[in-house]
């Protein structure tokens, strides 16, 4: 073992060799955390420990699987096999069959994973008779879930006077009865959801201090992995069974918590040295992962923030680059710029598709990217998602879009004659198919005339299904008069779907919501090109006829083949590429509008985009968008705060990213420096929770929290480079500032004035010939 701790650094060593108390260790980005606690439990059996009093906590089996792995690697299966290592819930599950009876359990309980749960919650609704477009199932389940982590049981909620008030003022008072009656149907069934499993186990070791204090003595070394990542329940359970010998071990980093939204609370790890008093602190120091530059980048961000264990993180990699900063005109240009980045770099350092990776705020984001590197034809994967119109809220709408362009499709038809839920179920289709079968015709035609058909319904569904084909009728008689854009804007906001949308305010219900307004914002974009560049017609079967062509492209089975990986920023942590994209570093998106405007909120966005940085090797590029559409129209965007955060010494400020064609660089003024150093105000405000939080000054807002009427608001605003406009003036050589493409000059102009052309080289975009009256543009030079 002597020798093997010999490969470890110096703080890595003292980490390591520390087993006589309370320890935590804070190990920076890329600083070899999983070695330390590898070779930690490696030295606890070597100092005599058995392997099974080493109790090893994680938060994913992969992680678990992987360090019991290299364990075995140090002291051979025969030992590693026998020790308590897993996730939270792996761990407390064998505890709680051990000692189920003693909660009123039987051994041999079953556990309902989310989708159970959310089946039996749907069911509760129904009996209670209550309207599930309010007491949407994921919000209930996500309100129960966060009641049990904070280990407040059905008995403490219906007693709390502010949890009571709050459900009122959210127009959901029978939450307590719901929460009741999903635990006690648990119970009665034998069953447990994940939530319980922590809930449970804590309760088991307040009531039963016999059954504690067993524990205690079993587990004689505590080590916890991802320790800022722990919610309430969490950090008990664990304290609990240290109390008794306060031999625990706890690893994490403070700058990477970034999981609040689940439940983890950073003061766990913030108050380690409070809750234990005579704790040793460790801090692994050394970036083994990144060069010098992107280091210290991502040093001067996090210092920014107020609550944080201090530490200065080093490389001693070579210098590397500068992080390059690259501004674009639109969200269309952005795409481009980091598709030809990418296609640039691999051409010059002979690099693969799998050493880069596009990290973005939100999923939506993912569609721009997409289509951009689709153009580019390179091969890319969404990690831990689905492709953009692969989603399930995605593909409802375009399906209604099927059903408008085709109404006897039927796949189209049966995805959404009952969504949004209109009161028409299984029997009422299987009775359409049944009857369409006999009589040789389409689901649509049963439903024009369900008597001619012999359909057998009574009168009330006879009476929804004439509403749904009314309804389809409407948006059939528009197809030739709206362009793509308003009629899919109607459909949107008559089927249902957006009132349904924003009825689920849950995380993956905001989500859902900022996937359709993308969806919108393509279509917008889409029908603008069109006809900017006289590409075609404009109507919803020209964008099908498009989308199904890219949808296609999403099914290629080639799972060996290289690909560029796409992904949230959330679920790139504890990954590393070489070559790292950091898009969409605008106020309102990268810090969400629904953070920033808290404290907390705001620190948390903060070390997310310090969480992306240290995701980089070698290179890294920060992009963002002088404007995007968003809420039914171009939005001016401001550069994201974060980026003043950063020290300028470590970026390339001035960076030109062109990528492909001879156009070369523009002479004009650089913008980057004034767009980000020249933007001042500030306000404040408070976010509303049941948590009165520290209000935080910020920025002129430019776009506030996205809303419902926004979000079906057809009407497009009239933005600064007015369609048309100057088209009289294009003359060869001038220089032009597009809408969406950014800069480029114009090379050709023809045509007569009504039908004017100009052929624009663009410093991103490449060569678009434009109709002008149509286009969007101001002269610049």
């Given at each position: 073992m002597d020798n093997l701790l010999n490969h470890l650094n110096t703080q890595q060593r003292e980490a390591v060799e520390y087993i006589d108390g309370p320890s935590l260790i804070i190990a920076g980005a890329g600083s070899g955390k999983t070695r330390v606690l590898t070779y930690k439990i490696a030295y606890l059996m070597q100092q005599g420990y058995h392997p099974q009093s080493i109790l090893a906590l994680t938060f994913t089996n992969k992680a678990a699987r992987e360090m019991k792995e290299r364990i075995a690697q140090l002291i051979g299966w025969q030992y590693a096999r026998y020790l308590w290592m897993g996730t939270f819930h792996s761990v407390f599950s064998r505890i709680l069959r051990t000692e189920a009876e003693k909660i009123g359990f039987n051994a041999n309980f079953t556990i309902f994973d989310s989708a159970d749960s959310r089946n039996l919650i749907k069911t509760i609704i129904k009996q209670f008779q209550l309207d599930d477009k309010v007491y949407k199932p994921a919000r209930v389940q996500a309100t129960i879930s966060n009641a049990k982590n904070a280990l407040i049981s059905p008995q403490m909620y219906a007693q709390n006077k502010e949890l009571i008030e709050y459900d009122r003022r959210s127009k959901m008072p029978v939450i307590k009865d719901?929460?009741?009656?999903?635990?006690?149907?648990?119970?009665?069934?034998?069953?447990?959801?994940?939530?319980?499993?922590?809930?449970?186990?804590?309760?088991?070791f307040r009531d039963h201090p016999q059954v504690l204090a067993a524990y205690q003595e079993r587990y004689q070394f505590i080590l916890v992995d991802e320790y800022q990542d722990t919610n309430f329940a969490q950090y008990l359970v664990v304290k609990q069974l240290a109390d008794a010998h306060h031999r625990v071990c706890v690893v994490g980093d403070d700058a990477q918590s970034i999981y609040s939204f689940r439940g983890a609370n950073i003061e766990n790890i913030l108050k380690f040295k409070e809750i234990y008093s005579e704790a040793k602190l460790f801090k692994l120091e050394r970036n083994y992962r990144s060069t010098q530059n992107i280091v210290n980048a991502a040093?001067?961000?996090?210092?920014?923030?107020?609550?944080?264990?201090?530490?200065?993180?080093y490389s001693e990699n070579d210098e590397g680059e500068q992080i390059e900063i690259a501004s674009a005109f639109s969200d269309f240009e952005e795409g481009v710029i980091v598709s030809n980045k990418i296609w640039d770099l691999r051409r010059d350092k002979k690099a693969s598709y799998s050493e880069f990776v596009i990290l973005y705020r939100t999923n939506a984001q993912s569609r721009i990217f997409e289509e951009a590197l689709r153009k580019k034809n390179i091969p890319y994967r969404i990690y831990g998602g689905l492709s953009f119109y692969q989603r399930k809220e995605i593909k409802d709408v375009i399906a209604y879009f099927r059903m408008v362009v085709n109404p006897y499709d039927e796949e189209a038809f049966r995805r959404i004659i009952n969504f949004p839920a209109r009161g028409i179920g299984n029997t009422t289709l299987n009775k359409i198919a049944e009857a369409a079968r006999l009589h040789t015709?389409?689901?649509?035609?049963?439903?024009?005339?369900?008597?001619?058909?012999?359909?057998?319904?009574?009168?009330?569904?006879?009476?929804?299904?004439?509403?749904?084909?009314?309804?389809?009728?409407?948006?059939i008689a528009q197809l030739k008069e709206l362009s793509a854009y308003m009629l899919a804007t109607q459909i949107v906001k008559q089927s249902g779907i957006a009132s349904e949308a924003y009825q689920d305010q849950t995380p993956e219900g905001m989500s859902r919501q900022e996937n359709l307004q993308e969806l919108l914002g393509g279509i917008h974009e889409f029908c603008e090109s069109r006809q900017e560049e006289e590409l075609g017609g404009i109507g919803l079967m020209d964008f099908l006829s498009e989308v199904s062509l890219l949808s296609d492209q999403d099914t290629d089975k080639e799972a060996d083949k290289e690909k560029v990986t796409m992904m949230t920023i959330h679920a790139s942590k504890g990954l590393e590429f070489n070559n790292v994209f950091i898009v969409g570093l605008e106020e309102d998106l990268f810090p969400s509008a629904m953070a920033k405007e808290e404290f907390r909120g705001l620190e948390e966005e903060r070390r997310l985009f310090y969480v992306a940085i240290t995701r980089a090797k070698e290179f890294c590029m920060i992009t963002y968008a002088k404007s995007r559409f968003r809420n039914g129209q171009?939005?001016?965007?401001?550069?994201?705060?974060?980026?003043?955060?950063?020290?300028?010494?470590?970026?390339?400020?001035?960076?030109?990213?062109?990528?492909?064609?001879?156009?070369?660089?523009?002479?004009?003024?650089?913008?980057?420096?004034?767009?980000?150093?020249?933007?001042?105000?500030?306000?404040?405000?408070?976010?509303?929770?049941?948590?009165?939080?520290?209000?935080?000054s910020r920025p002129e807002s430019q776009q506030g929290n996205i809303s419902r009427s926004n979000f079906v608001n057809a009407k497009t605003a009239t933005p600064k480079a007015s369609a048309g406009g100057n088209a009289g003036e294009v003359q060869v050589g001038a220089t032009i500032r597009h809408e969406r493409f950014g800069i480029g000059k114009v090379t050709a102009v023809s045509g007569d004035p009504d039908s004017r052309k100009a052929t624009v080289e663009f410093e991103n975009s490449g060569v678009k010939q434009l109709l002008l009256k149509f286009a969007r543009f101001e002269i610049v030079g």
């Open positions: 719901i929460y009741r009656e999903y635990n006690n149907r648990l119970k009665a069934s034998n069953t447990m959801d994940f939530d319980d499993l922590l809930f449970y186990t804590n309760c088991l040093n001067s961000l996090i210092k920014q923030n107020k609550d944080q264990i201090k530490k200065t993180i015709v389409s689901l649509w035609e049963v439903i024009g005339d369900p008597l001619s058909y012999n359909l057998d319904v009574n009168a009330g569904t006879a009476k929804k299904l004439y509403g749904f084909r009314e309804l389809i009728e409407g948006f171009i939005n001016a965007c401001n550069p994201s705060r974060f980026l003043r955060d950063i020290d300028t010494s470590y970026l390339n400020v001035n960076a030109r990213v062109l990528g492909g064609g001879s156009f070369g660089v523009l002479n004009r003024p650089d913008t980057y420096t004034k767009d980000l150093y020249d933007y001042t105000g500030s306000s404040s405000g408070s976010f509303p929770n049941r948590v009165q939080r520290q209000p935080v």
